[in-house]
């Protein structure tokens, strides 16, 4: 069974390839749209990830914002994407993951080297002006994973550009179940884990519920990029049933 899990994954991949590669450049942004949420599903069923959104609008029906998340694991973006369709930040390492680097490059994912001033620089500008046109941005403030149970501090940087923009933040709190309720810790990806091994340990797993749960949107208006970072962090610690510290607030790089 986890032989045939496997080519599942990497037969999926490789059709995701094609089609961002191929016939996306031929293609409107609402067929793309429709593409990577259609793609997005289809990994959460290979996977047996069931996706239970609460408070969950769709962008069409609400103002452009900001949109911010806890991050468990790589597997978030396509759970997020399996609801919205949206221009990712990530780390630059994933780019470097066999197929899965490559799709998500095609899949609109926009990759930042940490630790780079220049390049959160390059970032920021970029997604001022990818809200500006419209589309949906999001990323991951912690910028690492963490351990189902933790949150980490929240950077603050990329916060400046929902400021910039005039939008709103739009907090979103993930976590991950199996069918007792209890935290499923085979989503975990942290340390010294590979691709490879995050993806045999969820096929493996068991029964995996992906809780998504949107929260009320946050101004930016007179805010300071820190501050709106400490409260969106304080409204996914809330939404996790973690206790938000102020030493564990926002950070600067």
């Given at each position: ?98 197929l899965?680097?490559?799709l998500?490059e ?17 970032i ?8 500006n ?39 979103f709190s ?13 989503v ?21 519920i ?9 101004s ?22 973690l ?11």
């Open positions: 069974m986890l032989a045939f899990g496997l080519l599942r994954v990497v037969i999926h991949i490789i059709a995701g390839l094609f089609v961002t590669t191929v016939i996306f450049p031929m293609r409107s942004l609402a067929y793309q749209e429709r593409y990577i949420r259609g793609w997005s599903a289809k990994i959460m069923v290979i996977f047996g990830i069931e996706v239970r959104a609460q408070g969950f609008v769709p962008s069409r029906y609400q103002q452009r914002a900001l949109l911010v998340s806890n991050h468990v694991s790589w597997v978030d973006i396509f759970v997020i994407n399996s609801l919205e369709a949206c221009h990712f930040v990530a780390k630059s390492d994933i780019r470097g993951w066999p899965i680097g490559w998500c095609q899949g609109w994912t926009i990759f930042l080297a940490r630790g780079k001033r220049t390049d959160v620089r390059r920021y500008t970029g997604l001022v002006d990818r809200i046109r419209g589309e949906r941005v999001a990323f991951f403030p912690e910028g690492t994973t963490a351990a189902q149970g933790t949150l980490l501090p929240f950077h603050s940087n990329l916060f400046e550009a929902a400021i910039e923009a005039h939008v709103p933040i739009l907090p993930v976590h991950y179940t199996d069918s007792t309720g209890a935290l499923q810790h085979s975990d990806y942290i340390g010294d884990t590979s691709f490879l091994e995050s993806i045999v340990m969820m096929l493996k797993g068991g029964k995996i992906a809780h998504v749960q949107q929260l009320p949107m946050i930016s208006e007179g805010m300071h990029r820190r501050h709106l970072a400490n409260a969106a962090r304080a409204a996914v610690a809330q939404s996790l049933g206790a938000a510290n102020a030493a564990d607030g926002a950070e600067e790089h």
